[in-house]
């Protein structure tokens, strides 16, 4: 089954995502410099990273435990 059509694939693609993108910006800022176009989406989900943080961080750890115990 697609990730797009199972609601928990979804998400843990979503955050997946998110961490990566948080993580190239902050290891190589050039690379997302681009706020427009293809990589603008990529850059969104760096800022969105960067700014909900600990919202992530529940999020990734919640999605772990689900994964673990289902």
Do not use: D
Request: hydrophobic residues 55%.
């Amino acid at each position: 089954m697609s990730a797009l059509f199972n609601f928990h694939s979804f998400l843990s693609v979503v955050l997946l995502v998110i961490c990566t993108c948080t993580y190239v910006k902050m290891q190589f800022p050039a690379i997302l410099e681009q706020k427009t176009g293809f990589r603008g989406f990529f850059w969104k989900a760096a800022r969105i990273g960067e700014r909900l943080s600990p919202w992530v961080a529940v999020g990734c750890f919640a999605m772990g435990v689900s994964i673990i115990f289902s």
